[in-house]
Every structure is written in C-alpha cells, then in structure tokens.
C-alpha cells in the first residue's frame, strides 16, 4: 500500500515536472535499460587499485608551478639509471602530496629522488610511483616533526596517512594519498 502512495507521489510530481518544463509526456518514456558491461579479470590476474600515471614532463611542470625544485647528481632523469631523478610513472596523489606538502609548509623543497631505479622494491616503493626523496631542511624537518604523528622509528604520519621517514640525509616520503588536496 506504501509503495503504491510513493509510485504515485513520483508519477505526479514527474508529470508536474514535464508541465512546467513543456516536455511532451512521450519524450519523458523511459529508455531502454542497458546494462554496463563488468570486466571479469581471470581468476589468476592480479586486481589493484587503478593509479592516473604522470610521465617526466608533466610531473615536473606541476613541480614547477608549484615552486618546487629537484636535483639529480647524475644531471639526467633516465628512470634507468640510478644517478638520476625522474618521475616517469610516478603517481598523480604523489604530486599532488608534494604540492600540498609545499603549500602547507611554505618551506623551500627540493626532490633529490623520484621514480629510478635504485631505490627499495615494493608495492609502495619509488619505481611504482609512491615515493619521493626530499633535501633535509630545518625548515621541513621543524614542520613534520612538529606537525605529524611520531610512530617510531624516525618516522611521522601525516593526518591523511602519509608517512615521513628521516633517513641519514634526506626525507623519503610515501604518498598514499594526496594530503588533503
């Protein structure tokens, strides 16, 4: 009985809706229902989570816009070679991480490592697009250590889950998201 009410309440209200809008009565039929096709993987393909990839070129000019610079000792970006720093691959949020890290900070920051090899492996490593190194500044160590959660270990997470690790020289950061962006 409720149901009937409501399906009535609606039909009245739509054909209160076409009145209003001059809409014909036939041009507000419903349409054919079409079901959305569902990719079935296999059964024995890994299924993660989808990630928007950045390559080299468009991660350093939204580093740029963002007033943040970056260094390679070996003076390239080859995501190959170990002396250099690239961002080939590297994940939109790990961009967008760095930008609101800048932001919020308003410290000089300066990436030192990116997506090449020669990094640590694992699921949320550098080579697949999670990581970056930044430059020790006391301006950056002063807002993580004063800002974030100490969970040990020399290491801080962010409000968001983004964890702070302080290496010998560098901070290596992992973006799980983008920190509030």
């Given at each position: 009985m409720r149901t009937g009410r409501f399906r009535a309440a609606v039909v009245a209200a739509a054909t209160a809706l076409l009145a209003?809008?001059?809409?014909?009565?036939?041009s507000a039929a419903p349409a054919e229902v079409v079901q959305d096709t569902v990719f079935q993987p296999a059964t024995d393909t890994p299924v993660t989570a989808l990630v928007t990839k950045l390559t080299h070129a468009?991660?350093?000019?939204?580093?740029?816009?963002a007033g943040i610079s970056w260094t390679s000792s070996g003076g390239c970006s080859d995501r190959n070679?170990?002396?250099?720093?690239?961002?080939?691959?590297?994940?939109?949020?790990?961009?967008?991480?760095?930008?609101?890290?800048?932001?919020?900070?308003?410290?000089?920051?300066?990436?030192?490592?990116?997506?090449e090899t020669g990094h640590a492996s694992g699921t949320y490593s550098h080579w697949n697009g999670y990581k970056l190194d930044f430059r020790?500044?006391?301006?950056?160590?002063?807002?993580?250590?004063?800002?974030?959660?100490?969970?040990?270990?020399?290491?801080?997470?962010?409000?968001?889950?983004?964890?702070?690790?302080?290496?010998?020289?560098?901070?290596?950061?992992?973006?799980?998201?983008?920190?509030?962006?």
């Open positions: 209003v809008t001059g809409a014909t009565a036939a468009q991660a350093t000019a939204r580093f740029s816009a070679n170990p002396t250099c720093t690239s961002f080939t691959q590297i994940n939109l949020t790990t961009v967008q991480g760095a930008e609101t890290l800048k932001r919020a900070t308003g410290c000089a920051l300066t990436i030192t490592g990116g997506t020790l500044t006391t301006c950056l160590t002063n807002y993580v250590k004063g800002t974030f959660t100490s969970i040990g270990g020399n290491k801080w997470q962010s409000g968001s889950g983004n964890v702070y690790y302080l290496e010998s020289n560098h901070w290596d950061v992992t973006y799980y998201n983008c920190g509030g962006c």
